[in-house]
């Protein structure tokens, strides 16, 4: 693994980004904004997961007032997504809003980033400079916004463009509280636009692969994407765009996170595929083992193994393992093997053991 690249720290709330700090995990509420009640909710869903901070949609003036009450009954701090019409990102800094984002594709004239720049400089908010591949300036001309100078750029590259034309417009206002994003769908123009642009500023990454779609997809290409650009070194925070509930956002950015040694939150899960050798159910164990693992946040290993050819060693290498065998299997515990438990038991034993440790 490459050197983690180490960028100008900045201050979201109480969460420290860049730096050398840990790599932060982020999410976004899939609620109306508006909607105070449903939006706490699912941000304390969030927070039982271990989102360390969370990013909501203002698109109306009614969710950028929605904010303040919002803050009043969270943990974690809390960024206003903006699009459009930067009066939005003045009144979200008025409802106190920890942090904004400002898409270049759609919000770049320099008097309207001036006004907010301003304003949140002096409540102490950083901006992310958020630009995505499908909403460029050259794809925006509806919006009245010119196109790209140099169309015949790459989508990476013009990514890149986009980003650096808002970033050293927000240094000319000497404003430096700043983290950038340059996502996109394709995988491989996500990783050649922040390895380029990586190079070129001293600020944080917020990186990810954007509408990778559902769960079973979404996730394997996220992963590819951020699992890869953390390998490089590249990345102060993550999400992983999914479509489904945001939680599963959390679980996703965590477990790429932990394979990489980068972060341990919450145990890590060793269990076989299970094959023919197999006599006992290994899915449907190992399925119910992960749910119940979910509710833990200590980080500890834990192997469910499903036969004799690998299962002893990689139980006896975990902090607590099971290796079943038929309607048995033996327990280990920091590698000594403590009893043997009836497979009606499997769970509840191992949990159990998990409390206790």
């Known amino acids: 693994m490459n050197q983690r690249r180490i960028s100008k720290p900045i201050q979201i709330g109480k969460v420290t980004v860049g730096g050398g700090a ?28 271990g989102c360390e901070l969370v990013r909501v949609a203002v698109p109306d003036a009614e969710a ?20 459009f019409d930067h009066r939005l990102a003045l009144m979200a800094l008025e409802s106190g809003c920890d942090g904004l984002r400002l898409n270049p594709g759609n919000i770049s004239e320099p008097d309207k ?37 140099h169309p015949n750029l790459s989508i990476a590259e013009q990514m890149v463009e986009a980003a650096l034309k808002q970033v050293r417009l927000l240094e000319e206002l000497d404003f430096e509280l700043i983290k950038v994003s340059v996502k996109a769908f394709d995988v491989p123009t996500t990783i050649e636009a922040y390895q380029n642009i990586a190079q070129k500023i001293p600020y944080p990454l917020h990186i990810g692969v954007t509408e990778s779609g559902p769960p079973r997809t979404g996730i394997i290409r996220s992963t590819v994407g951020i699992s890869t650009l953390l390998y490089e070194g590249i990345g102060d925070t993550i999400r992983v765009s999914l479509s489904a509930h945001p939680r599963e956002e959390v679980i996703a950015a965590y477990e790429i996170l932990k394979s990489l ?40 290993k834990v192997a469910v193994m499903g036969c004799i050819v690998n299962g002893p060693g990689e139980a006896r290498d975990a902090d607590i393992g099971i290796a079943c065998g038929k309607g048995r299997a033996v327990l280990f515990k920091k590698g000594k093997k403590i009893k043997t438990i009836e497979e ?6 191992l949990m159990d053991e998990v409390g206790r440790f």
């Open 22 to 49: 840990p790599i932060v995990v982020q999410s976004m509420t899939k609620t109306d904004t508006a909607d105070v009640m449903s939006t706490v909710r699912q941000i304390k869903e969030l927070e039982d997961c």
């Open 64 to 83: 950028a007032q929605a904010i303040k009450a919002i803050k009043k009954n969270i943990s974690i701090p809390l960024i206003a997504d903006i699009h």
């Open 113 to 149: 980033v001036k006004q907010v720049a301003n304003a949140a400089k002096e409540r102490g908010v950083p901006i992310r400079v958020g630009v995505h591949a499908g909403s460029l300036p050259a794809k925006a001309r509806q919006a009245g916004l010119p196109p790209s100078p």
């Open 261 to 300: 040694n980068l972060r341990q939150h919450g145990p890590i899960l060793v269990s076989c595929p299970s094959c023919g050798r197999a006599e006992v159910d290994i899915v449907k164990l190992a399925q119910a083992v992960e749910e119940k693992l979910l509710k833990i946040d200590k980080p500890l």
């Open 344 to 349: 009606k038991d499997f769970v509840k034993v």
